[in-house]
């Protein structure tokens, strides 16, 4: 004789689409970041494959299999000019 099990699951938020339109003009996100680490006391450049998570002012990173939570002071581009 089979038994029925009642599983009462949590259901998935939502996000609301996104509609993308060619007209607004959306800004690239920096590639670099200038983050201020009070742990360690130290300034570091990290690129944006490095952060896993930006609220704010705020970022979290793993280094080393640490994780961090610093203060962002600057961010941007950082391009290196090679001279052949």
């Not at 959306?26 to 490095?50: A, F």
């Not at 203060?71 to 391009?79: A, D, K, P, R, T």
Request: net charge positive; hydrophobic share 35%; charged share 20%.
């Amino acid at each position: 004789m089979a038994t029925k099990s009642n599983v009462d699951r949590n259901k998935r938020t939502q996000n609301p689409k996104k509609i993308f339109s060619p007209s607004e003009a959306s800004e690239p996100l920096p590639t670099n970041y200038l983050i201020y680490m009070p742990d360690t006391m130290s300034y570091s450049i990290v690129g944006r494959s490095s952060i896993k998570n930006i609220q704010g002012k705020k970022a979290t990173l793993v280094v080393n299999k640490n994780k961090f939570i610093g203060e962002i002071i600057l961010s941007g581009n950082f391009e290196v000019w090679y001279l052949l």
